[in-house]
């Protein structure tokens, strides 16, 4: 049993969409910089960000580890009449090709510490030279935010949170045009409101 996915499962069986049907703001803003061509979004859950970029011409494909986060990203496409490509599993065991991608899309991806490094190598390797990812996630600073107001979510462990020094060293052969630590003010569905501390970063493969 996986009790990471039946964890996920569980918020997503909600009918209503816990984060919201509308896209992250930081990530609708920078993707809206690009021209529109493939895209990978990691642990997309209920596929707002998916669907966004579906709906704004491009060829998005999307991963989570939770099969009904993947029932409500479909749903989400078909009622915005749009599709996107959406598989199951974990990353290691999925069939991405080697620099197939010309963006990557990771917003409030806390994968597991022990897998995290690995993981964004592996990403890192499904990008085009000359890509971008675009991240936004909660720093390890968020940790006093949540405790003041846990309407904000986000993980309750600092190991899942995220460093500026950590993100820079999984992502080395790349330039940052956009990194910062900022306070937000989060408004999306059930689960993120209140005010929290992120890291955001746009990077581009060298």
């Known amino acids: 049993m996986n009790t990471l996915a039946d964890k996920w499962n569980n918020n997503y069986r909600n009918e209503q969409f816990v984060y919201g049907k509308t896209p992250n703001t ?3 803003n920078e993707l809206d910089k690009l021209s529109p061509a493939s895209i990978l979004l990691g642990a997309e859950g209920e596929g707002r960000n998916a669907v966004y970029a579906a709906k704004n011409n491009w060829t998005v494909s999307a991963f989570d580890i939770s099969e009904e986060g993947r029932k409500k ?7 915005n009449q749009t599709s996107i490509n959406y598989v199951v599993g974990e990353l290691p065991n999925l069939a991405f090709e ?11 991806a806390h994968f597991p510490p ?3 490094s ?4 592996k990403l890192a390797s499904l990008l085009k030279k000359g890509g971008y990812i675009i991240f936004e996630a909660f720093s390890k600073q968020h940790l006093a935010y949540r405790t003041e107001n846990p309407k904000v979510g986000g993980p309750d462990k600092l190991e899942l949170l995220f460093s500026i020094e ?18 937000v003010e989060l408004s999306e569905g059930l689960l993120h409101n209140g005010k929290g501390k992120v890291i955001r970063f746009v990077a581009q493969k060298q």
Do not use: M, N, Q, T
């Open 26 to 28: 930081f990530f609708k």
């Open 73 to 79: 990203a479909l749903k989400l496409a078909e009622e």
């Open 98 to 108: 080697p620099e197939s991608f010309d963006a990557i899309g990771l917003v409030f």
């Open 114 to 116: 022990s897998l995290r």
């Open 118 to 121: 690995d993981y964004h190598k």
């Open 166 to 183: 950590e993100l820079k060293d999984d992502f080395k052969d790349f330039d940052f045009w956009v990194l910062e630590e900022k306070e």
